[in-house]
């Protein structure tokens, strides 16, 4: 049996969770999240507490268990508090700016890389070198997040690139010259 499919989710004031047909449901203060379930799983909400419970005892259904459970306390988190990730620009020249409500990012190439605004997903710019993206959705906020950084990966020589705050990027040690050779 799995250990985190057993463990409860709490659910703060204003947090409500629907489960019907298969379909789970919660909202919160900051939105609505569903999700299909598949497989014999169910899930019963007692008060502010929100247990899964796997009905039987197949190999499917028990890898299944701790998967609906971290999605449920996933989305739980979403509605009631929001998920962002914060990402930060270095190069010399380079700089992001908002657009609307999408990006547009000057990044070492000959021209401006447009990053277009996605529902669910909000866009910050603290300073021209940071980017912040939220939503309630931690997936969708994730992937946003590793699309951006995609464009310009952080290169390991000098260490320009687009990368999440507090990565660490392995710096490598560039050619030297003065060797052994011909005179």
């Given amino acids: 049996m799995s250990r985190i499919g057993k463990t409860p989710v709490t659910l ?11 379909v789970l449901t919660v909202k919160g203060a900051k939105g609505t999240l569903t ?46 508090e929001g998920y962002s990730k914060a990402l930060e620009v270095k190069g010399v020249g380079w700089k992001v700016e ?12 000959s021209h401006k890389v447009p990053v277009a605004a996605v529902e669910g997903i909000t866009f910050d710019c603290p300073t021209p070198t940071d980017i912040v993206v939220s939503g309630i959705n931690k997936e969708l906020v994730g992937q946003i997040a ?23 990027v392995e710096h490598k040690e560039g050619k030297t010259s003065g060797g052994k050779g011909k005179k």
């Avoid at 908002?98 to 190439?109: A, E, Q, Y």
Wanted: glycine share 14%.
């Fill in 12 to 22: 703060p004031a204003g947090v409500t969770v629907d489960f019907k047909d298969g």
């Fill in 35 to 80: 999700q299909t379930v598949v497989g014999a799983i169910d899930v019963k909400v007692e008060g502010t507490v929100a247990n899964v419970i796997a009905c039987n005892e197949a190999a499917d259904t028990q890898a299944k268990h701790g998967l609906y459970r971290a999605l449920l306390a996933n989305m739980v988190k979403g509605v009631s």
């Fill in 98 to 109: 908002k657009s609307g409500n999408g990006l547009i990012m000057s990044v070492g190439f």
């Fill in 146 to 168: 590793a699309e951006i950084r995609a464009v310009r990966k952080p290169e390991p020589y000098h260490g320009y690139g687009i990368r999440y705050k507090g990565e660490n």
